[in-house]
C-alpha cells in the first residue's frame, strides 16, 4: 500500500491515486452482460441454468428454494449465529422504524388540500451476492426495510454454491425477515431473472442489492431499458476512507482499511492523516495484521488500489473525502463529532475509536447497502422509503379553484399551454355561472 504526500502531487496524479478501477464498466462487462440479459429474456429458467453451471461451476438443481429447505437451514444453524442474525435484525428494525416516511395532509391556500400518501412497492426483488463469501448480512440489510414497508411480494436471489444450492446462513437471514420466495441464482442472471421474470423467477418493480461490477452493470442496463425496473443505487466494490489525526490508534486504524479490503481485489482503502508518524505506524501495521488474514491474497491485490495520503492538515482531508464521496467515512480523531458538520457527501460515517465500521456491515442498525463509486454525491444508502412510492393527492373545492386558478391561468399562458390553461378556465366560468345561478335563486342551486 503506497504512501504518498498530497501537495506533492499534481493533478493527474490526484485524481490516479483517488481513481476507482472499477468505477464504469468496460466494453467487455457491458457486451456480456448484455448478451447474458438476452439470454435469459429468451431462454428463462433454462439459461439461469446452463449460466450457473458455466460461471458458478454450480450443478443443475432446482431454481426454488422450497419452504422445507428454509426451515431445514434455520432448524441447523448453530445456535450462536441464530441469535446474531436476531439480535441484528432487531437493531436493523429498531433503526429504520424510526426514520419511516408517514403520510400527512396541508391546506396550502383556502380550499385546496394537498396530501402524500406512501404505498409500499408491489414486488421487489433483492439480490444477495456469494461471490467470495455468502452475505447473510445484505438479506437482513435488504429484507428488513421491506418487511417495515409492507411490500406484499419479495423476491430474493442468491447463488449456488459448489452443491448447487443456497448457503443456508442467507436463507435463515431471509427467513428472519418473512421471505420466502428464494431462488438459487447469481450474478447479472438473476439480475435478468428479477427484471424480465421466468418460468419461476416473478418480474420485480425494482431491484436492490450490491454486487461485482458485472451485477451493477446488470442493474444499470434493465433500469434504462423501456419499461424496465427501478432499482436503489450504483453498489459496486466497497470502499472506506479514512480521516485520521495524531490521536488515532494505528492498530485500529489498519484493521478497518483491511476490513474493506477483504471484500475483494477490487475495493478500495483510503487513509487521509495530517500526521507522518502516524501514516507510517499505520503501513506498518497493515503489513503485521496482512499476513495473518485467511483472506491475505484478496486484500492484498485491494490495497495494490489503495494509498495513504498525507495532508497539510485535517481540513484539507475534509475537502478531499467530500470531492472523493466515500461509501464508508471513519472519523478517527481525538474529537470527532466536533468534525460531523464537515462532512457533506459519504455513505455511512463511523466515529472514534469505539465505532469500527464492522457494526454497520452487520448489527449496529444502520443500512450496509450504500452508493460506491462517488454516488454518495447525490444519494444515501437503502431505507424504508427506498422500498414505497409517495404519491401526492389533491382536493379542491370551488373556492379553493377561483383562489389559485388565476394564478395557473397566468403560468399555464406564459409557457404557451393554452389546452392547461382551457382546463382551468372553463372551470372558473362553469364556477361562477354556478355562483351566479344560485345567488339569483335565492341561494337554491338550480
Known amino acids: 500500500m503506497r504512501t ?4 506533492a502531487l499534481d493533478e493527474a496524479s490526484r485524481d490516479e491515486v483517488l481513481s476507482r478501477t472499477t468505477a464504469a464498466a468496460g466494453p467487455q462487462v457491458t457486451s456480456g452482460v448484455a448478451d447474458i440479459l438476452a439470454g435469459v429474456r429468451e431462454g428463462g429458467d433454462a439459461a439461469l441454468q446452463e449460466y450457473a453451471e458455466r460461471f458458478d461451476r454450480a450443478p443443475a438443481r432446482s431454481l426454488v428454494v422450497s419452504g422445507e429447505e428454509i426451515e431445514r437451514a434455520v432448524r441447523e444453524l448453530p445456535e450462536a449465529l441464530r441469535t446474531a442474525i436476531r439480535d441484528a435484525a432487531r437493531n436493523i428494525r429498531a433503526f429504520h422504524e424510526a426514520g419511516m416516511t ?5 391546506e396550502t391556500a383556502p380550499g385546496v388540500t394537498c396530501a402524500r400518501v406512501v404505498r409500499p412497492i408491489r ?20 429484507g428488513v426495510p421491506a418487511q417495515l414497508a409492507g411490500c406484499p411480494e419479495v423476491v430474493l436471489c442468491t447463488p449456488p454454491g459448489e452443491d448447487g ?4 446462513t442467507v436463507l435463515a437471514a431471509a427467513a428472519e425477515c418473512g421471505i420466502t420466495q428464494i431462488f438459487v441464482t447469481g450474478g447479472a442472471q438473476a439480475i435478468a431473472a428479477m427484471a424480465y421474470g421466468t418460468e419461476s423467477v416473478p418480474r420485480c418493480d425494482k431491484i436492490f442489492g450490491p454486487g461485482n461490477a458485472w451485477v451493477t452493470e446488470a442493474k444499470r442496463q434493465v433500469s434504462t431499458a423501456e419499461g424496465g425496473p427501478g432499482i436503489d443505487m450504483p453498489a459496486g466494490p466497497s470502499e472506506v476512507l479514512v480521516i485520521a489525526d495524531g490521536g488515532a490508534d494505528p492498530e485500529f486504524v489498519a484493521a478497518d482499511l483491511l476490513s474493506q ?17 502516524l501514516a507510517s505506524a499505520v503501513a506498518d501495521e497493515i503489513t503485521q495484521q496482512l499476513g495473518i488474514l485467511p483472506r491475505a491474497d484478496i486484500a492484498a491485490k485491494a490495497l495494490d488500489g489503495s494509498a495513504i495520503v498525507i495532508t497539510e492538515d485535517i481540513e484539507e482531508a475534509f475537502g478531499i473525502s467530500n470531492d472523493y ?8 480523531l481525538r474529537e470527532p463529532q466536533e468534525w460531523v458538520d464537515r462532512v457533506e457527501r459519504a ?3 463511523f466515529l472514534g475509536d469505539w465505532a469500527p465500521e464492522t457494526l454497520g456491515d452487520y448489527c449496529s442498525g444502520t443500512n450496509h447497502v450504500l452508493p460506491t463509486a462517488g454516488a454518495a454525491r447525490w444519494t444515501g444508502g437503502v431505507n424504508v422509503a427506498s422500498f414505497q412510492i409517495a404519491m401526492t393527492v389533491q382536493r379542491v373545492t370551488p373556492a379553493g379553484l377561483a383562489g389559485i386558478g388565476p394564478t395557473a391561468v397566468e403560468l399555464s ?16 366560468a362553469r364556477a361562477s355561472s354556478t355562483d351566479a345561478q344560485t345567488s339569483s335563486a335565492g341561494g337554491v342551486r338550480s
Open 4 to 7: 504518498v504526500t498530497w501537495s
Open 102 to 106: 408517514s403520510d400527512y395532509e396541508v
Open 123 to 142: 414486488r421487489v426483488g433483492l439480490y444477495v451476492p456469494a461471490g467470495s463469501a455468502p452475505l447473510p448480512s445484505t438479506a437482513l440489510m435488504l
Open 165 to 168: 444450492r443456497a448457503d443456508a
Open 261 to 277: 479490503a477483504e471484500h475483494g481485489p477490487d475495493s478500495q482503502a483510503l487513509l487521509l492523516t495530517d500526521d507522518p508518524a
Open 325 to 332: 464521496a466515500p461509501e464508508h467515512l471513519i472519523l478517527a
Open 347 to 349: 455513505g455511512s460515517v
Open 413 to 428: 399562458g406564459a409557457e404557451g399551454l393554452i389546452g392547461h390553461q382551457a382546463a382551468v378556465t372553463r372551470r372558473l
